[in-house]
């Protein structure tokens, strides 16, 4: 793609970066070998392992529940194989780049840079994930490199851009404010600074374009313009998660979510709340310390409330202010639990739940991570409980079950109520074994629970059915393993209750 001169004449010092790492040794040699139609997985092994730290985050990723396969990798040529050389080797470059970029320093939020890079690397590749394409690693990469124009003007024009900074008070700055100041934006700086790096296009235009996609050159690919829709999408999501002020951004973001890729509200809050343990796990294989905050459902109730104040906009004096916003608050609340959790036990609610199967089903097309499985719990003779105990003390054991999956699953696990007396668990990374060890670890838990009511100590017991899906070939798998467990299920009812029986027997489709 021939790339258009930059509007601005940027400093002889910002186009060279002086003051920022080159890009390390290892990424050159693993971007100049892959793109060799000849390379061959050897080789590729090869480069890698010369980077031990390198080696081992990439190892990490391949058990990591982001890309997990049930069994443990212990080898890079492993690794590769499981994980594609694609992948391999997009993941190689975002490692190695993040690796030579300054973590702390003075005049810059530093902390708020790579968390703003993190959601953005995390949310391209689970936003890609979700809507079926091709392109997830290089939105990873694309989100990691999101935000390298501004932390090459940080490094290199340290003196003009804390007058950016300053303007911005406290705020990230954005194009606007950059351009009225310098002439020129961080995004020509990143446009430069991966020209200079010779990433490809598929890379460099999405990140430099990130925040003015209606400005792509006219000569861009179509699987460019593909992830530069993917990374709009993204924008808004950091801006969401990472912006003191998100409510213009929250609703810009549901409007361009639906319109681009049909995501309607309820399916995009389950996707921000899902967020939140791959951010946090991509932090710890990066070696970065996230800064502390309120979780994904605070935030979105945060976003919310802003926006029925813009909305609303509202002018009263700050009591009054003050008074309105806690009922707003409150209302806010209550319609984002009904969105996404069950009002009775708080767990995800099925909508949540189906959003997030239908998510693990497509990672696992054609040879994405394996071993997902899927626990489907139903409470014994519930209705006759109902009629002896009364509606009251149902609802007490609902809820005790509940906090009985809260407390027993992993944070990659999910547990949700699907409907009425029956509950789910969604659980990556786990073989039919270690699918049988859970539900018999939850079965004897909650028959163990004693549940309060009026005086009265209650007990309940459950049946269990669980299947694995190893290999997806359609989206539409999930619904074929949730049939699976549900048929498992109901022959642990018909077989005596309180009981688990689990399909020993890997679904594989396509």
Known sequence: MSIPALRPVLPASLARAENLPSIPAVAVEVLSLTQNEECTL??????????????????????SSLFGVGQEVSTLKRATVVLGMKTVRLMSLSFSLASSLPRAGEGFD?????????????????????????????AFLCGLLSHIGQLALARCMAGEYGGVLELAAGRWPTLELEERVLGYSSADVAEVLLRDWHLPELIRVPVAYLHRPGQIPADAREDTRRVARLMAVT??????????????????????????????????????IGLEPGIRETASLLNVELPGGLDHSEIIDRARLQLVHATLGATADLRMAEIRADELFLRNKEL?????????????????????????????LKGGPR????????????????????????????????????????????????????????????????L??????????????????????????????????????????GARLLEAADACLYAAKNKGRNRSEISGKMLRFG
Not at 260 to 266: E, H
Not at 358 to 363: D, G, Q, S
């Open 436 to 477: 049988g060890l859970v539900a018999e670890r939850v079965r004897s838990a909650i028959e163990a629970e004693p549940i309060a009511f009026e005086g009265k100590s209650l007990r309940v017991t459950a049946s269990f059915g669980g299947a694995c899906l190893e290999r997806a070939g359609s989206a539409a798998d």
């Open 42 to 63: 050897d080789q590729l092994v090869r480069v890698i392992e010369r980077d031990p730290a390198l080696t081992a985050k990439l190892l990490k990723l391949s058990n």
């Open 336 to 364: 984002l639990v009904r969105a996404t959790r069950d009002k009775l036990t708080g767990l995800p609610n099925r909508a949540a739940f189906d959003e997030v199967l239908a998510r693990e089903a497509e990672r696992r």
């Open 110 to 138: 530093f902390p708020g840079y790579w968390r703003r890079s993190l959601v953005a690397a995390v949310a391209g590749r689970s936003l890609a994930l979700l809507v079926g394409s091709r392109h997830a690693d290089e």
């Open 235 to 272: 924008a808004l999501v950091v801006s969401v998660l990472c912006d003191a002020e998100q409510g213009d951004a929250y609703r810009k973001l549901y409007e361009l979510g639906e319109r681009t890729f049909a995501l309607d509200a309820p399916r995009m809050d389950a996707f921000l």
């Open 371 to 434: 071993c997902l499985g899927l626990i489907m719990l139903d409470i014994d003779r519930f209705k006759v409980f109902n009629d002896t105990h009364g509606h009251r003390a149902g609802d007490a054991v609902l809820t005790a079950v509940g906090k009985v999956l809260a407390r027993l699953t992993r944070r990659s696990d999910l547990a949700a109520r699907y409907g009425g007396e029956e509950f789910a668990l969604i659980l990556p990374a786990t073989t039919p074994a270690q």
